[in-house]
């Protein structure tokens, strides 16, 4: 068996050993672990079963995991993204008003037009048509939105009929343990302690257990019944012209995080081939793009790759036996159901901040000296969180990049694609909404 797995693996080659990889998927998933949690409390807003959702949510993140490592050969686990899953919630189904299913086949959808992608090999022209800027804006606005959710969830930043927003009570317990929650999963994880975003989310739970601000439901049981999500997906309500946008928003940001993540992981952990390339790209690609789809037959938004994958490879983990370790650990939290019906909003909140900080940092890469590249990157930015959109955020992103970049004679900054979209966008808003 271990001459099999070092055969399948390539362990010897890549200087590492069974112990190792279990070492280093463990690392992986007690990083991670908080989307069991966190992904059940978003989307369950939408009407769809809490229960059902966290099965989902396990199952579709062991496929992804079980695939890539097994098929693709990378250190690399996937689950339902952050920043996916809210806009899923709060942007096409509490926003735009479309039912949980058709944002199901919305999801679909965009995981089928990813893999044809990568099968054809056309994902390198699109990102490398998409200029950097709006690459960092959407990724910084997509943590605002994260945080724009964390506060509202938590109390902290509430409605207000003359200035829109306004601070909350931050006497009521549910702000004091968000806020707590965020400030110790930030100081653990600048301490480095593994794991620290779950223990902050348990923490919390189990201080408002303890405080009676919180009902314990119980440690193990059997799995929920998935039935209420499973395969209940509506693709023909995803035809509506008016869900194109919705389909490229999930796609876009499917597509740039899956790169920036497999990309950034692999040089850290020395997996890039002398040409500095990723080797099998299309695999990790298809991986990814597949485990979207499944996901949507079982009841999830988008899965995608976590960068959170680089614990373990600082940890050690080489091969595609980390990524299959971690996918037996989902499948193992199966039987954690009733932990996980047992955290609240106000123990989320906190992760879903501290996860905003990690996502807004890619704005110190923007180049703020040049107006015409840092102008939308701040208005992608800020669009989405103010138009609780991440699809508004990206239309309105590309459309300030092409106007300002033509109005200012910079038409060698341009190239088609950037064009094409920029001018669907402005018709979109013109005559869809």
């Known amino acids: 068996m271990k001459n099999l797995i070092d055969s ?12 190792t990889e279990v070492i280093a998927g463990i690392t992986t998933f007690l990083t991670m672990a908080y989307i069991i949690f966190v992904n059940p409390s978003i989307l369950s807003q939408t009407g769809m079963d809490a229960g059902a959702v966290f099965v989902a949510t396990c199952l579709a993140a062991a496929f992804g995991c079980l695939v890539m490592g097994l098929w ?29 299913e058709a944002a199901l086949g919305a999801v679909f959808f965009s995981g089928f037009i990813f893999f044809l992608l ?15 800027s709006l690459r960092l804006g959407i990724a910084a606005g997509i943590g605002l939105f994260l945080a724009m959710i964390a506060l509202q969830n938590a109390g902290i930043v509430v409605a207000n009929d003359a200035t829109f927003v306004a601070l909350g009570d931050l006497s009521q317990p549910a702000a004091i343990y968000a806020l707590l929650g965020f400030f110790a999963i930030t100081a653990m994880a600048y301490l480095r302690v593994t794991g620290a975003v779950m223990i ?5 739970t189990l ?26 997906l509506d693709l023909a309500g995803a035809f509506d012209v008016a869900m194109l946008s919705v389909i490229f928003a999930f796609l876009f940001v499917d597509l740039f995080d899956t790169s920036g993540t497999l990309v950034g992981v692999a040089q850290r952990g020395g997996l890039l081939d002398k ?52 996918a037996v650990l989902f499948l193992v939290s199966l039987f954690f159901a009733p ?15 501290y996860v905003a900080v990690l996502m807004a940092g890619s704005l110190a890469h923007a180049n703020w000296e040049d107006p015409t590249d840092a102008a939308p990157v701040l208005i992608a930015a800020l669009a989405m969180p103010l138009t609780f959109s991440i699809a508004e955020g990206i239309a309105l992103g ?36």
Not at 210 to 231: C, D, K, R, V
Request: charge should be positive.
């Open 275 to 326: 040409d500095g390339k990723l080797p099998r790209l299309n695999r990790a690609m298809m991986s990814d793009s597949g485990a979207s789809m499944v996901g949507s037959l079982l009841g999830t938004s988008t899965t995608t790759s976590y960068i959170e994958s680089a614990a373990g490879i600082a940890s050690g983990g080489r091969t595609g036996l980390t990524a299959v370790v971690v």
């Open 207 to 232: 201080l408002g257990m303890l405080l009676g601000h919180n009902e314990y439901g119980g440690l193990l049981s059997m799995p929920p019944s998935i039935a209420p999500t499973f395969l209940a």
């Open 72 to 100: 693709a050969n990378y250190p690399i686990a996937q689950a339902p993204g952050m920043g996916l899953n809210a806009f899923f919630t709060y942007g096409v189904v509490m926003g735009m008003g479309y039912s949980w």
């Open 118 to 132: 990568s099968v054809f090999k056309v994902r390198e022209w699109i990102i490398h048509s998409i200029p950097l």
């Open 339 to 353: 932990l996980a019906g047992s955290i609240p909003a106000y123990a989320t909140a906190g992760a879903l901040l």
């Open 8 to 19: 399948h693996f390539k362990l010897t080659e890549h200087n590492t050993s069974v112990k």
């Open 200 to 204: 902050g989310i348990l923490a919390i």
């Open 398 to 433: 590309f459309i300030s990049y092409a106007a300002i970049k033509t109005l200012s004679g910079r038409f060698r900054d341009l190239n088609s694609a950037v064009v094409v979209l920029a001018i669907l966008f402005v018709l979109k808003f013109l005559f869809l909404d």
